[in-house]
């Protein structure tokens, strides 16, 4: 989206013809995002200087949210925005070194990926600088999907993964992903659907990019997209429940089932059974420390920062 126009492909089509619309008056208040599939009036030749309109928007299979803020008492948590629509998998880009992994900042994409019931996929860049042991490791009693990229590396497998999907790329500044998004799409620029909505404040700023992928190597039917996100360094989860965020953690669901039903699983709840499971073996402290970080994050505990693999 660039000032009220959006870019549209025809779903069926295989050319990168961009058709510009703009959003009908009948959507309402009904917000457009990248990912979102819509019907077109008017003329949707994708001629130069034309502008088709938009007058339906699909029901959405899926939808990544985040809010600007952890908190739900505040201005910024109760902002809560639809970052895209229908992605089928959320690409958590992570640096194995410079920067260091930061395990606090995985776990928020997991939450946030299983509340829009969208697969995550871990995807380790610099996996010449440093092993992936250490983050697997922490990750261990998950079923997490991941990938290594290396400079020079081969990305079959990465393709592989993202063919026939549409997958949402999140990472933290430095770790790579421009990098990767441009050996992925080389002719990146040639950007088929964007999507900004710039707020007011840093917080607020967000804009994810779609780009379709080429057919490489065995020709593929279908390559998939990947939506870039360039302007989204953090997922506020202030909109998911603090219910809804031990699904980011199903190594430790099971410890809370002989829980009592109104424990809130802080470290405040001296009854709260996670501390036996933890000293038991059934799982990683450091998940359950991550955990709880998070709730108090929404619970509005002051500046809770994502730690690195080191610190967990
Ligand atoms: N050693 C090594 N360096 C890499 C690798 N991938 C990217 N880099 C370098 O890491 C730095 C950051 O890469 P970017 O692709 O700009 O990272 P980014 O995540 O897009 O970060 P922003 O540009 O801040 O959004 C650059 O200097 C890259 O050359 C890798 O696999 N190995």
């Known amino acids: 989206m660039d000032r009220g126009r959006y870019g549209c492909v025809r779903e069926d089509g295989t050319g990168d013809d961009v058709i510009t619309a703009m959003r009908a008056r009948e959507l309402g208040r009904k917000s457009v995002v990248v990912g979102d599939r819509v019907a077109l009036v008017g003329d949707s030749s994708g001629d130069a200087g034309t502008l088709a309109r938009i007058v339906r928007i699909s029901e959405r299979t899926s939808v990544l949210r985040r809010t600007a803020d952890d908190d739900d008492t505040t201005p910024e948590g109760r902002l809560e925005r639809v ?37 995550p996929l871990l995807c380790l860049t610099k996996a010449d600088l440093a092993g992936p042991e250490q983050v697997l490791g922490y990750y261990a009693e998950l079923d997490l999907p991941h990938v290594l990229v290396r400079p020079g590396s081969d990305l079959d497998e990465l393709r592989g993964l993202l063919a026939g999907r549409i997958s949402v790329l999140v990472g933290h500044s430095g770790v790579g992903k421009s990098t990767l998004v441009n050996r992925l799409v080389p002719d990146a620029l040639r950007a088929v659907g964007v999507v900004s909505a710039i707020g007011k404040g840093r917080h607020t700023s967000t804009s994810a990019v779609a780009l379709r992928l080429p057919a490489v190597g065995r020709s593929r039917k279908d390559p998939g997209w990947i939506i870039d996100t360039p302007g989204i360094r953090s997922f506020g989860l202030a909109h998911v429940s603090a219910e809804s965020l031990l699904h ?47 709730l108090s994050s929404r619970a509005g505990e002051g500046d809770v920062r994502d730690t690195t693999a080191d610190e967990v």
Do not use: M
């Open 83 to 119: 970052v895209v629509a229908n992605a089928d998998q959320l690409v958590i880009v992570s640096a194995l070194s410079d920067p260091p992994p930061r395990t606090g900042f995985i776990d928020r994409c997991l939450v946030a990926a299983y509340d829009a019931d969208i697969e």
């Open 248 to 294: 980011g953690f199903p190594d430790l669901v099971e410890g809370t089932l002989e829980d009592q039903p109104n424990c809130g699983h802080t470290a405040a709840d001296a009854d709260c059974r996670l501390d036996a499971w933890v000293a038991e073996g059934k799982a990683d402290e450091r998940r359950l420390t991550s955990y709880r970080r998070l």
